[in-house]
Structure formats: C-alpha cells, structure tokens
C-alpha cells in the first residue's frame, strides 16, 4: 500500500493507495485525520498524483503561497 503525506498549498493531507482507489485524509494542526473533502479517481497513477493535485488545485496558487509537493513523515 502506498501511503504518502502531500502539503497542497499549505493543507497537509495523507494520500494512500487502497486496492484500486485512492483515500484522502487531511491532517489538522493537532495531527488528527479526517476525511478530505475531494476524490481522487482510481485511473490516477501513483507518478501522476503532483500533476493530478496541482490540476485539482491550481486556482489556489493564485492567492495561496506555496504549491504541491510531497513531505517526508
């Protein structure tokens, strides 16, 4: 299962590999998990998931500093 951690313009959320979908947590200030508000379809591939986000997100980066990476746990 692969389970990372990716900070999209400030919002830190858990992106991990279940069977063949997706589960989206994002993590509050505290570090507790709570189902993300936003779908990521199962045809993503793991390699595609920056570009699918920054797709997802990218009317943010007009006024949110920041963009889309992974973050190491």
Same mark, same amino acid.
């Given at each position: ?6 900070? +999209?313009?400030?919002?830190?959320? &858990? +992106? ?6 997706? /589960?989206?947590? /994002? #993590? ?10 936003? #779908? +990521?379809?199962?045809?993503?591939? &793991? &390699?595609?998931?920056? $570009? ?7 009317? $943010? ?6 963009? +889309?990476?992974? #973050?190491?746990?």
């Amino acid at each position: 299962m692969l389970s990372e951690r990716f900070n +999209i313009f400030g919002g830190l959320f &858990d +992106i991990e590999r279940t069977g063949g979908g997706w /589960s989206v947590l /994002s #993590v509050g200030n505290d570090g507790k998990r709570l189902p993300a508000h936003f #779908v +990521i379809p199962e045809f993503v591939a &793991d &390699d595609e998931l920056e $570009q699918f986000l920054f797709d997802l997100f990218h009317e $943010q980066a007009a006024y949110k500093k920041g963009g +889309i990476f992974r #973050v190491q746990r």
